[in-house]
């Protein structure tokens, strides 16, 4: 299994770390090129979503990366990967990666609120786990074919569609492996 990790902002180098101590072969996006290697997922790192916005049209990137999650590449996105991901950020009509069909509310609990640490269940997987939150999102609605993964204080945190994961929260900087592990599972399962 290979997986390209987007590395043009934020924090890939922990998912690349994550993915090392599972054993498993990574590299880095940052242009064109690189997306055109073999690969069988794709991590969207958590960051800026806006930055890492302007630089993946800059370079080209928004169209190919949609193509292939629409024609079922796997992929993980947390915190601004998941903005990245969702279909509608409210507030905004901006036109992102936007293949999942989630709305997102953006540094949704004001610039200190959003960042928390907590120990929180999420759907497979038996025990709680660490979840990070810095300057996090989280999801207002879901639409069909979206399967709500976890809640902390009633807002959904986590969530899956088909072969696409994301988090609020950045699972890439404890040392908890499991929703790692979670996502590469999905990766591996037929569809
Ligand atoms: N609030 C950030 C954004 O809008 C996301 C924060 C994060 O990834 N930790 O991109």
């Known amino acids: 299994m290979r997986i390209a990790v987007l590395a043009l902002q934020g924090a890939f180098i922990e998912h690349e770390k994550m993915l090392t101590?599972?054993?498993?072969?990574?590299?880095?996006?940052?242009?064109?090129?690189?997306?055109?290697?073999p690969k069988d997922a794709l991590i969207i790192p958590g960051?800026?979503?806006?930055?890492?916005?302007?630089?993946?049209?800059?370079?080209?990137?928004?169209?190919?990366?949609?193509?292939s999650i629409e024609k079922?590449?796997?992929?993980?996105?947390?915190?601004?990967?998941l903005i990245l991901l969702a279909r509608k950020v409210e507030g905004d009509d901006v036109q992102r990666i936007s293949t999942m069909n989630i709305?997102?509310?953006?540094?949704?609990?004001?610039?200190?609120?959003?960042?928390?640490?907590?120990?929180?269940?999420?759907?497979?997987v038996a025990h709680p786990v660490p979840m990070t939150f810095i300057r996090a999102p989280y999801i207002a609605s879901v639409g069909n074919g979206v399967e709500v993964l976890a809640e902390v204080s009633g807002r959904i945190?986590?969530?899956?569609?088909?072969?696409?994961?994301?988090?609020?929260?950045?699972?890439?900087?404890?040392?908890?492996?499991?929703?790692?592990?979670l996502f590469?599972?999905?990766?591996?399962?037929?569809?």
């Not at 960042?115 to 759907?123: T, Y």
Request: a negative charge; aromatic letters at 6%; charged letters at 25%.
């Open 21 to 37: 101590q599972l054993g498993v072969e990574c590299f880095e996006v940052r242009e064109r090129e690189d997306w055109c290697q």
């Open 47 to 67: 960051g800026e979503s806006t930055t890492m916005l302007k630089l993946l049209t800059e370079l080209q990137l928004l169209e190919p990366i949609r193509d």
């Open 72 to 81: 079922g590449l796997p992929v993980f996105g947390t915190c601004a990967g």
């Open 103 to 124: 709305t997102v509310c953006r540094n949704a609990y004001g610039r200190q609120m959003g960042s928390f640490f907590i120990d929180g269940k999420i759907e497979g």
């Open 157 to 181: 945190v986590a969530a899956r569609q088909d072969k696409q994961l994301v988090t609020a929260f950045h699972p890439e900087l404890n040392n908890d492996t499991s929703i790692h592990e």
């Open 184 to 191: 590469l599972n999905m990766v591996g399962e037929k569809s």
